[in-house]
């Protein structure tokens, strides 16, 4: 959270972050992190991979 974003991504949990653009680029790869710095990012669509207790959690954030 927050979706959308301008700048951060908070996360409950200390995980491992991949997150893609649409055309399953990899931009940012962070391990063990509750918050995710996406500032530098353009807006748009980007697909995020995080994996918690060995579980894979894919979701979509949007950049504004």
Same mark, same amino acid.
């Given at each position: 959270y927050p979706n959308?974003? #301008?700048g951060k991504? #908070?996360?409950n949990q200390?995980?491992?972050?991949?997150l893609f #653009?649409?055309?399953g680029d990899m931009i940012?790869?962070?391990? #063990?992190v509750n918050?995710?710095?996406v500032t530098g990012l353009n807006p748009g669509i980007?697909?995020?991979q995080i994996l918690y207790e060995n579980n894979i959690i894919n979701k979509?954030?949007?950049?504004k």
């Open positions: 959308p974003t #301008n991504i #908070n996360i200390f995980v491992d972050v991949w #653009n649409m055309l940012i790869r962070e391990d #063990n918050v995710l710095d980007y697909n995020i979509r954030i949007i950049k």
